[in-house]
């Protein structure tokens, strides 16, 4: 997948999710999340074309990739996630890992890492780690506690998010985990594992953007969990 179109699918699914701000909603904290998410996909949209901007111009975008990708993106999806998690020992528990990760992002970028010049590996695989196990948990409970959702799952919004954000983690995982020794491979295998990366990331992005259309595509009964 080229840039241009993984552009184009982050700045489509930024306009699915505005459209969807006409659709009314019945729950006020559903217009919470939808309005979060929307603020998300803007702040990604935001980074990537000023990222690709510096590529064109020849310069460095790693700098930018290690704030508002590693550090930043990770935070604010964790804070997502963290909403939709009903028991309070669990937030805290999210919370001292959020303040552990900013913690450990200060210390790599002092010592191991410098931001200007690597892309964050070790800070970034934390940050992944956090995500999955987060996400693990909150699928665990739909699908093990009856009523977690009070409607079918198909439905909810967020059931999408958590899968959407499952399936580009777990491979970014991997792939961002070895980053700094791919690039000794051969040119043409790198290309196409950062273009597989890159639908991935399309698809994260398409899927928060079209979440909340889900209470209205999946209205009937029979698509229960």
Not at 124 to 140: E, R
Request: proline residues 2%; aromatic residues 22%.
């Amino acid at each position: 997948m080229s840039h241009h179109v993984y552009l184009s699918c982050i700045g489509l699914g930024l306009l699915c999710s505005f459209l969807n701000f006409y659709q009314r909603k019945p729950r006020k904290e559903e217009n919470r999340a939808h309005e979060y998410i929307f603020f998300l996909i803007f702040y990604v949209l935001a980074f990537e074309i000023y990222a690709y901007y510096l590529v064109q111009n020849g310069q460095k975008n790693v700098l930018v990739y290690n704030i508002f990708f590693v550090c930043g993106e990770t935070l604010l999806i964790l804070i997502y996630l963290k909403s939709l998690v009903n028991l309070d020992v669990v937030k805290k528990r999210i919370d001292q890992f959020m303040q552990f990760f900013t913690v450990w992002a200060i210390v790599n970028s002092i010592f191991f890492q410098k931001p200007t010049e690597l892309f964050q590996q070790y800070t970034h695989l934390l940050g992944s780690f956090g995500i999955v196990v987060v996400s693990c948990y909150l699928l665990y409970r739909v699908f093990l506690e009856e009523g977690y959702w009070d409607q079918p799952l198909l439905k909810v919004p967020h059931f999408w998010n958590i899968a959407a954000i499952l399936l580009f983690y777990c491979p970014n995982f991997i792939y961002f985990g070895a980053i700094n020794i791919l690039w000794d491979i051969d040119k043409w295998y790198l290309t196409v594992l950062a273009s597989m990366n890159r639908i991935f990331a399309a698809l994260l992005y398409l899927i928060f953007g079209l979440s909340f259309y889900s209470s209205f595509i999946f209205s009937t009964d029979r698509y229960g969990r």
